[in-house]
């Protein structure tokens, strides 16, 4: 099985049944950039933000920012399909990887995709990308690279009410208008994080939504205006647009330092990812509220509201036995909730060993069947990372210990 | 009987069958000569602007989608000739002429409703706009040319309609053209022209216009590409136009194949065994015998 930083979230790069680990994080050269064509080779083990460091001046990005940027690699990005904030409008890691070389579990090397355009017959490429490890290992990555937005702007709503924020997000939607990120933070999460970030956030919000908005400045200033009037009809306090690049940052900071600042609330935390219908919000994280304080025990909410990507996050002390148990309970009825509303399991951390036995509430046998042809094309043995992703009577189903991400990095 | 059982009912569990949609690209990849024929459910099922997804029966016409889509605002990134079908163009899974602002047409397929060879009903992908739950049968289906399960009923991701559109051409390089133009939808190079598709606000546009004039470009129609197409090997016969994007050349040329490696052959034959062994969904067809 391949590890690159281990940053994953769902347990994928856990070994199960004693494999070999191979580790590409030292696989980390930026192999080629070609500016004109917009494309870049890069080994498996390039750190994400790496990459758009180095390119820096050239007017071009790696699009992909999923929560580990600082830390994870390009080859976990394409092993989970990585999304993060600015998928919303720009898609998530499939989007911006052309081709893949990849030694498939019986050795041999093959190069699924194109430099340009799409591949000839069947998408492999795309097949490989969110397998997790179970279909190979990628070994050279050709990705397509962003032109930077001329013009960004930044705003900040603040609502009394988390429902009035959601249903801002799905009015947004409605009208027609895709940000290129949407997120919601309600107010405990403003109250850890504000401290440190200095964002100006309003304390006694309920929930604050960050919109971001790029390209150029008269599409940009008549968005501005719409969904101005969309939050304040849907009961917005204020509505801020961020003046300058250094405003702009300080609400990310406060976005991106979430995770940080619980670390001072309780030792752990139990993230879980889902998507639902984005009209449907409000409604969901109101039954995910009940069957948190039904446990008794403390929700935090900070997501992907643009494209109803939940991350409810419940804090709590992995020492307490009896807690973590509770949280286990929860973690289960929020995929429930989710699955029930129309969603599905995870939209950017991927199945791993986390939610394997979930995958018979989303799927019938016959669409696990499917899947299993999928993965049996590409590994007839089950040799690349077994007993992930489907559901199977495999071993290595112990998995309590919830993780702790490095400091530094958002979800 | 709802129409997908039907549907899941005509393809049966044995003997040879195609579907037919607009059969307007009936013989791109081979013909399935023999083969019982079938036709998808039809319909736009329901449309949910506010979710930006449309669940529609297969055998609906591209042009019938789009007269629901654009009463809301939206559209899909499914291009294909006049009178072809939502499943043809998934099947056929060539992107849009406009992907640079909508995207890969595999992009747009977020769940599909399909019949497998062994006869059964499976769902592949889910509704939502984002989902990496299992694995991405989806994108399998796009461009298999119906040879590893036959759609019936699919989810499509929709998006705004841009407020507006122009193109402009000229003498220079795609790539200084790239330089000044933001997110071109189209760039279109036939080695000495660049004619690209801009999409925004209507005052960007003449923003962009007005730089691009400046470097020598002028606004033109929309240009007429013929139905013939190649992949792009490196090289632009004269009177060729290549999609630089799409890695696609326009011109009267000769067809030629794509070269395979032996490796990624061996990797879909193993795919098309594990979903259809018995050949039995649109024999005949092979998505590694088409030009472009």
Known sequence: MPRGAGTGLAGGAVPCDDPVVIVTTRMDRILDVDVERRTAWVEPGVVNLDLSRHLAGTGLHFAPDPSSQQASTIGGNVATNSGGPHCLLYGVTSAHVQAVEVVLPDGEVVLLGEEQGDAAGYDLRGAFIGGEGTLGIATRICVRLTQDPPLVATLLLDFLTIDEAAETVSAIIAAGILPAALELMDQQVVAAVEPFAHAGYPMDAAAVLIVELDGLPAGIDDQVRRIGELARSHGAREVRRAADADEQERIWKGRKSAFGAIANLKPDYYLNDTVIPRSRLAEVLAGIQEAVDRHDLLIMNVFHAGDGNLHPLIVYDARDAEETARVLEVGEEIVRLAIDAGGVLSGEHGIGLEKRRFMGLQFSPEDLEAQARLRRAFDPDGMANPAKILPSGASCGHVTSLGRIPEGTWV | ?292
Request: with cysteine.
């Open chain 2, 1 to 292: 009987m709802n129409r997908l059982t039907e549907f899941r009912e005509a393809v049966g569990t044995d003997g040879a069958v195609c579907v037919r949609g607009g059969a307007t690209r009936w013989d791109l990849g081979g013909d399935p000569a023999g083969a019982h024929e079938v036709r998808a459910p039809s319909g736009v099922e329901e449309f949910l602007p506010a979710e930006m997804t449309v669940t529609v029966g297969a055998g609906t016409t591209l042009a019938e989608l789009t007269e629901v889509l654009g009463a809301s605002g939206q559209e899909v990134a499914l291009d294909g000739p006049p009178g072809a079908t939502v499943g043809g163009a998934l099947a056929v899974g060539r992107s849009s002429l406009r992907r640079g602002r909508v995207g890969s047409i595999a992009d747009a397929l977020l769940q599909a409703d399909c019949v497998g060879a062994d006869g059964a009903l499976f769902t592949a992908g889910g509704p939502t706009v984002k989902n990496v739950t299992g694995y991405d049968v989806c994108r399998l289906l796009v461009g298999s040319l119906g040879t590893l399960a036959l759609l019936g009923r699919v989810i499509l991701r929709t998006r705004p309609v841009p407020e507006s559109s122009l193109w402009l051409a000229g003498e220079l390089t795609p790539g200084r053209v790239a330089d000044v133009a933001y997110r071109p939808a189209t760039v279109l190079w036939d080695g000495q022209r660049t004619t690209v598709r801009l999409e925004g606000h209507p005052s960007d546009l003449n923003d962009e216009r007005e730089r691009l004039v400046a470097l020598g470009l002028g606004e033109v129609d929309e240009p007429e590409l013929g139905p013939c197409m190649s992949r792009w090997v490196g090289q632009i016969a004269a009177g060729a136009v290549l999609d630089v994007l799409g890695g696609v050349v326009y011109g009267d040329l000769p067809k030629t194949l794509p070269v395979i490696e032996p490796g990624v052959h061996a990797l879909a034959s193993r795919m098309r065994d594990e979903f259809d062994p018995g050949r039995r969904l649109n024999p005949g067809r092979d998505p590694y015998r088409v030009a472009a």
